[in-house]
């Protein structure tokens, strides 16, 4: 079945060290994104990736970075400049622009101490 | 800027019953796309329903139905016959044109036995 993989449920860091999440999927969407949910706040996007070696910040970009390399996968990047990244990430991907729906991961909760 | 509004951030209904949740965007955009997600306990967002704004029609999913009111930037959720498995955060999303989705701050749904 396709679908979008993210990798691993749970993650715990400590504070200063980056922190790489793991998306891929199997569905063959050109476009990929991740977002943040915050208790509150709904999901806000960080990057999103229209093609492969492109991508293109969101509203919160700042202390994430990613990379695009392949088709099927979306790392996301925490860096250590991030002040708060505590909080869950999901990633998505779309077929296409605003009349595709998005698919969802499961998530990523990551905590940081 | 686009904005999506969910003015209520609870909601509970009894099992059989029929409950509506609310959502108004704000746009400055003639054509545009409108969906609703549901995210269970699991956390794994889920397509809902969409509407596309040029079609006055409103959408259908089985149980789960739309208001769709362009002139009052309105896009209603109606549930029916709830069943204890619509217990979920429900967000609606707006996209128009761009690899930007907007998302609410979401309606936590109760189904009470």
């Known amino acids: 079945d396709g679908g979008i993989t993210q990798s691993p449920k749970y993650l715990f860091r400590k504070e200063g060290q980056n922190v790489t999440l793991s998306c891929e999927q199997n569905?063959?969407?050109?476009?990929m994104y991740w977002y943040r949910q915050d208790p509150g706040q709904g999901l806000r996007l960080i990057y999103y990736?229209?093609?492969?070696?492109?991508?293109q910040k969101g509203d919160i970009a700042e202390g994430y970075s990613v990379s695009r390399e392949k088709k099927e996968s979306f790392p996301l990047t925490v860096t250590s400049a991030q002040k708060n990244p505590t909080a869950f990430y999901l990633c998505?991907?779309?077929?296409?622009?605003?009349?595709?729906?998005?698919?969802f991961g499961n998530g990523t909760r990551l905590t940081v101490t | 800027a686009q904005t999506v509004t969910q003015s209520q951030p609870e909601m509970s209904v009894q099992e059989a019953e029929t409950v509506t949740l609310s959502c108004t965007y704000d746009t400055s955009e003639n054509n545009y796309y409108l969906f609703w997600y549901k995210q269970p306990p699991s956390r794994q967002m889920i397509l809902v329903i969409r509407q596309e704004a040029y079609k006055q029609q409103n959408a259908t999913e089985n149980r789960f139905s739309v208001n769709f009111q362009k002139a009052a930037k309105s896009f209603s959720l109606k549930i029916s016959d709830s069943q204890l498995g619509d217990t979920a955060m429900y967000f609606c999303?707006?996209?128009?044109?761009?690899?930007?989705?907007?998302f609410g701050t979401g309606t936590r749904l109760k189904v009470l036995a």
């Open positions: 998505a991907s779309s077929m296409g622009p605003y009349n595709s729906p998005l698919h």
């Open positions: 999303a707006f996209s128009e044109g761009t690899y930007k989705y907007i």
């Open positions: 569905l063959n969407h050109d476009a």
């Open positions: 990736s229209q093609i492969v070696n492109d991508f």
